[in-house]
């Protein structure tokens, strides 16, 4: 059974790893590739995390230090690509001409900080 399960969240885990690259290769611009950056660095690599969990077990040095990396993939991935993302909206980065009718972070308006 432990075999079984730990060939699906590889399979999972490479899907949404070539959902990802193919993605970056055909976005438009560089928020969307970001987005797809962001989707390989956290849904790609946790279903292989957890296939390593359950096929070690949680409380080996293998399982316990896969289980940390996970939580922390899943928690400073995304706010990296947001970081990221927003950084290069300020230095002006365009963003593609289909994607956003209204910009609500305007240039023109005053930062908040």
């Known amino acids: 059974m432990n075999?079984?399960?730990?060939?699906?969240?590889?399979?999972?885990g490479c899907a949404f790893e070539i959902t990802g690259v193919v993605g970056v290769l055909r976005m438009p611009d560089f928020y969307l590739r970001v987005q797809c950056c962001t989707l390989v660095g956290t849904l790609g690599?946790?279903?292989?995390?957890?296939?390593?969990?359950?096929?070690?077990?949680?409380?080996?040095?293998?399982?316990g230090r896969a289980l940390i990396v996970g939580f922390l993939a899943l928690l400073l991935g995304p706010a990296a690509g947001h970081a990221l993302a927003r950084s290069a909206h300020r230095i002006g980065i365009?963003?593609?001409?289909?994607?956003a009718a209204h910009d609500e972070l305007d240039a023109s308006t005053p930062d908040e900080e």
């Open 3 to 12: 075999v079984a399960l730990v060939v699906i969240l590889c399979v999972v």
């Open 45 to 63: 690599l946790v279903p292989f995390l957890v296939a390593l969990v359950v096929a070690e077990g949680p409380v080996t040095p293998y399982g």
């Open 94 to 99: 365009p963003v593609h001409p289909g994607a």
